[in-house]
């Protein structure tokens, strides 16, 4: 790569550059934008939410998402979103434990190979150039901590970028910087979609109820993990016993304390939350819609059918003050 594909200087006049939320721009206008914030394994609700807002008739001119939502809103602005929810649907425990490589001196507990591969398969290799509208990728620059917004480029490597979580995947190298997950900085990303143009927002959350029901239930978890041993998860990895051994020593207390992976699962969802709710206090969107999913653990990537559920009755609750918002600011 020779040059950087986040801040690339246009070719021509009409080329539109590719900001990063430092860079002096004059974005092109659009109308509605779609903001889709970060969730681990609750992000399997934007599928739901999108589906339903394609099925009222709306079309965001700007999607903007980070981590799990730009996962999500990568294979809807591609086309290929029944790719996505029948392989989502697919997952059982087993199934997720296949996925994860895990490796012992790498930057990441987990290489993301397996996860690789898996996303050439269902979605084709493009340029977000030549997507049908415009897409942000959203994530963060390792070396400074600085938002970057990836606007051009492959369109899968800049979806690796945005979830790679420090600790759990290793960062991704776009256009001469180690990029992470955007979560860490802009959970929900309206700023974004404003900064394109877009009149209208809708941002769609996970974190609104992270700490409501979702509590009560983290704790009986952390002391079930006390107690099973690591039952469930020695029996879910079968085949390569470093993988077990590692899985067992990161998810499983020991010490009357939850394992390390435990704890640093439930430290991100704090930090999402509180970084969510800063972020919303400065850039409010136009619609703010929250699917109650904050009772689903963070990696349990198992419960797309309850969590794409979710995510179409929490559009189904705000289609009303969508459709307003929409007339009143067009």
């Not at 934007?46 to 903007?64: K, M, N, S, T, Y």
């Not at 939502?69 to 979103?81: I, K, N, Q």
């Not at 490796?103 to 150039?129: A, C, F, H, Q, W």
């Not at 369109?155 to 001469?176: D, M, N, R, W």
């Amino acid at each position: 790569m020779t040059k950087d594909e986040t801040n690339a200087a246009p070719d021509t006049p009409e080329e539109e550059p590719s900001p990063s939320p430092e860079a002096n721009v004059s974005p092109k206008i659009g109308h509605l934008g779609l903001a889709l914030g970060g969730g681990v394994a609750r992000g399997w609700a934007h599928i739901g939410a999108v589906r339903r807002l394609d099925e009222l008739g709306f079309q965001p001119d700007i999607i903007a998402g980070t981590s799990v939502g730009a996962l999500v809103g990568a294979f809807w602005r591609a086309g290929h979103l029944d790719a996505l929810e029948a392989w989502a649907l697919s997952l059982t425990k087993t199934r997720m434990l296949s996925y994860f490589d895990v490796v012992l001196n790498g930057s990441g507990l987990m290489g993301g190979k397996r996860l690789e591969k898996t996303m050439d398969r269902y979605l084709p290799r493009t340029d977000i150039k030549d997507l049908p509208g415009k897409f942000i990728a959203v994530t963060a620059e390792l070396a400074t901590g600085h938002e970057v917004w990836l606007t051009q480029g492959d369109l899968g490597e800049a979806v690796q970028a945005a979830y790679a979580l420090p600790g759990v995947f290793p960062p991704k190298a776009i256009g001469g910087r180690w990029l992470i997950d955007g979560a860490l900085v802009n959970p929900l990303p309206v700023s974004a979609c404003r900064a394109f143009g877009a009149r209208t927002v809708i941002a769609i959350g996970l974190h609104a109820d992270a700490f409501n029901m979702g509590v009560a239930q983290r704790k009986a978890r952390f002391s079930q993990l006390e107690k099973d041993g690591g039952a469930e998860l020695e029996e879910a990895s079968k085949g390569n016993l470093t993988e077990k051994l590692m899985l067992r020593r990161l998810f499983h207390a020991g010490d009357n304390a939850p394992g390390v992976g435990s704890v640093m699962l439930a430290s991100f969802n704090i930090l999402m939350d509180r970084i969510t709710r800063s972020r919303l206090a400065g850039d409010p969107p136009d619609v703010l819609i929250t699917p109650q999913v904050g009772h689903v653990p963070l990696l349990d990537f198992d419960q797309a059918e309850e969590l794409i559920r979710l995510g179409r009755e929490a559009i189904d609750g705000a289609a009303d003050q969508i459709e307003a918002a929409a007339k009143y600011l067009a």
